[in-house]
C-alpha cells in the first residue's frame, strides 16, 4: 500500500533532483548570471547536468562544504546567482557557520538546493541520514524554506526561488518520489499551501514524500471508512501558510501533520506555533521521526517503520478520530 514501484522508463521522472538538473539548466540558459557550486557531489545531486552544459560556469570545489558555501556568498556579492548542491546534512549542518553568517547574516541570494534529505538515503546510516534540518533552517533569519512532494513540484521549487530575491533552502529527496502532479501546471505559490483533497471530517498536513502517502490514506479512509479527509500539501515551510491551518481548524477541527523530519522544529511543530498563537483549539498529532537517530533501512521500510508511510497515517487517523474537542463554534471564550 503506497509502496513505490517503477519500471526503467519511469526513472527519469520520478527523481527529484533529476528534475531540478533539467530545469536548472532551463534557466541557466535564459539567465547568464546563474552559477552552479558542489562539493564533489555533481553527479549525486544531478547539479552534474549544469556542469556539462556550462562548464566556465559551475565550480567543484571538492570535499570542503564550508568553504563552498562562503566561495558562494562571494560570488552572489558580485551579482551573479549561485545554486549550491550537496547532501541536506552537509548543508545544514557541516557547513552551517557559513550558511548563517556568509548567507543568511547578510541575506544574499544564494539558493541552497539539499539533496539526499530526510531518511531517503537511509541505508548510509546516520552520517547521511538528515532528519534535523528543517528545524535548523527554519531558525535561520532571512532564509525562505521549501519541501517539494514531487518532481514536477520541485521544477515550479527552483523556479520561484531564482525569482524570489534572498536564501533559499530546498529540501529533497535522495531518488525517486511518487509522483503527486502531472504537469508544473497548477496553482503553486511560495508561501501557498495546495489543498489537495477536500474533507470536512479532519485535515492531513503533509510535506514532501509524505503528501503522496496522505493523499493515499484519505482515499481509503473515504472508501472504506467514510471519513472525509482534507489534504493539504504545505510545500513552503517558512514563511507557512497560516491562513490555510486556521481554515483547517475552524472547519474540521483535527488535524494531524505527517513529515519525514524529526518531530520537534519542523511541519509539526511549525503547524502547532500557528495553532497556538491563535488561542484555538483542536485535536492534533504530530508524525514524524521521534526524538532519536533513525535505524538503518531502506526508506520505504523506515517510513513505514516511523508510521510516516499510508498504513501509518491510516491508523493514527483512526485514532484522533476518537479523541474529544470542544464541539461550540464560539471561539471567544478560548482567546
Not at 482534507?230 to 501533520?257: F, S, W
Request: charge should be negative; hydrophobic fraction near 40%.
Amino acid at each position: 500500500m503506497g509502496g513505490l514501484t517503477y519500471t526503467m522508463q519511469d526513472t527519469v521522472s520520478l527523481s527529484t533532483s533529476e528534475v531540478y538538473g533539467n530545469v536548472l539548466c532551463e534557466l541557466g540558459e535564459k539567465h547568464p548570471e546563474i552559477v552552479g557550486l558542489t562539493a564533489d557531489l555533481a553527479k549525486s545531486t544531478k547539479i552534474g547536468f549544469f556542469q556539462e552544459k556550462f562548464p566556465n560556469r559551475f565550480f567543484n570545489v571538492g570535499i570542503a562544504e564550508q568553504n563552498m558555501f562562503s566561495i558562494a556568498a562571494g560570488l552572489a556579492k558580485s551579482g551573479l546567482v549561485p545554486f549550491v548542491s550537496t547532501f541536506a546534512i552537509f548543508t545544514s549542518m557541516r557547513a552551517l557557520d557559513q550558511v548563517h553568517t556568509d548567507i543568511c547574516y547578510q541575506n544574499l541570494n544564494v539558493k541552497m538546493i539539499a539533496t539526499h534529505a530526510g531518511l531517503s538515503f537511509g541505508q548510509a546510516g546516520t552520517t547521511h541520514q538528515c532528519t534535523e534540518d528543517l528545524s535548523i533552517m527554519r531558525a535561520m533569519a532571512n532564509c525562505k524554506v521549501i519541501v517539494p512532494a514531487d518532481g514536477m513540484e520541485t521544477a515550479n521549487a527552483i523556479l520561484a526561488a531564482y525569482e524570489t530575491d534572498g536564501p533559499i533552502y530546498i529540501r529533497i529527496n535522495r531518488g525517486f518520489d511518487q509522483k503527486l502532479y502531472d504537469s508544473p501546471d497548477y496553482s503553486f505559490e511560495l508561501g501557498k499551501a495546495v489543498e489537495l483533497r477536500d474533507g470536512t471530517d479532519l485535515t492531513i498536513i503533509a510535506c514532501g514524500s509524505c503528501v503522496y502517502q496522505a493523499v493515499e490514506a484519505a482515499k481509503i479512509l473515504d472508501s472504506v471508512d467514510g471519513i472525509k479527509a482534507r489534504v493539504l500539501d504545505m510545500h513552503t515551510l517558512k514563511p507557512i501558510d497560516r491562513d490555510a491551518i486556521l481554515k483547517a481548524v475552524h472547519e474540521t477541527r483535527r488535524l494531524i501533520t505527517v513529515e519525514d523530519h524529526n518531530v520537534i522544529g519542523g511541519l509539526g511543530s511549525a503547524v502547532s506555533e500557528v495553532i497556538a498563537e491563535s488561542g484555538k483549539g483542536c485535536a492534533f498529532i504530530k508524525l514524524g521521526i521521534p526524538d532519536e537517530f533513525s535505524i538503518i533501512g531502506l526508506h520505504e521500510d523506515l517510513m513505514a517503520h516511523y508510521k510516516i508511510d499510508t498504513n501509518g497515517i491510516l491508523e493514527n487517523v483512526r485514532e484522533l478520530m476518537g479523541r474529544d474537542f470542544e464541539e461550540d463554534d464560539d471561539w471567544e471564550d478560548e482567546v
